[in-house]
């Protein structure tokens, strides 16, 4: 199983342009989430979703959004890149929900806005 | 506020050597606390949950104690390896009711590094 799978590894975005971070996962996990992580600051959670076709906010939504069309893939679009979303974005899946069980991660992109 | 506070920020210790990590919570109501291993360029892995009634937890050189009462938590990593050189974040998790999923608060990290 290759689990959670994020692309790109890196990208570099200018002030006011648009992308999309692609994740998917092979684990069959109905929960599924993308944090972001910031320089000397814990996870904060940008959007969750508990199953295909159901997605919900998280602590900080502004400047993004997402779609669940399937199980396995849980894309994440920045629409008009600020400096402020210069950060490593995170994709994770879990079995069951976020408070009781275990996350597992991708390995992140790195996204850098100028 | 719920808090979620680690130290030290960051330790370097000799190959060989034991080690232990803190973390001090003030989440209310609590559900359960992990501790996560990320090593750079990496996805944080889980290494142990705990919940309330439990007070220690091994994963291998791995072990997690848990103080519900002082609402205190320390991981302790026994003869330590290079690729035990990573960051150890702690996870509190608030129970969850029955409009809410469980919410989890982030530390903000341990970074180890063992050297030769």
């Known amino acids: 199983n290759a689990g959670v799978t994020q692309t790109p590894k890196f990208r570099i975005l200018k002030i006011g342009q648009s992308m999309t971070l692609q994740c998917t996962q092979d684990m069959n996990h109905n929960y599924m989430y993308w944090y972001r992580q910031d320089p000397g600051m814990g996870l904060k959670l940008i959007y969750y979703?508990?199953?295909?076709?159901?997605?919900d906010k998280g602590e900080v939504p502004n400047g993004y959004n997402v779609s669940r069309s399937t199980t396995e893939d849980f894309p994440l679009r920045l629409e008009l890149a600020a400096p402020s979303q210069t950060s490593v974005y995170f994709c994770?899946?879990?079995?069951?929900?976020?408070?009781?069980?275990?996350?597992?991660f991708g390995n992140g992109t790195r996204l850098t806005v100028t | 506020k719920n808090q979620v506070e680690q130290s030290p920020q960051s330790l370097i210790i000799l190959e060989g050597k034991n080690c232990t990590l803190q973390?001090?919570?003030?989440?209310?109501?609590?559900?359960?606390l992990r501790w996560y291993k990320q090593d750079t360029g990496r996805g944080p892995v889980s290494l142990t949950i705990m919940t309330f009634s439990e007070n220690t937890k091994s994963n291998g050189r791995y072990t997690a104690t848990l103080d519900a009462d002082t609402k205190q938590s320390s991981l302790h990593i026994t003869a330590s390896q290079l690729s035990d050189s990573a960051s150890y974040i702690c996870v509190v998790s608030e129970s969850w009711g029955s409009s809410n999923t469980g919410k989890l608060i982030f530390g903000q990290g341990t970074t180890l590094q063992v050297k030769p």
């Open positions: 973390c001090n919570y003030t989440v209310s109501p609590f559900s359960n």
């Open positions: 979703s508990v199953g295909a076709g159901i997605t």
């Open positions: 994770a899946s879990s079995l069951r929900d976020r408070g009781i069980g275990p996350l597992h």
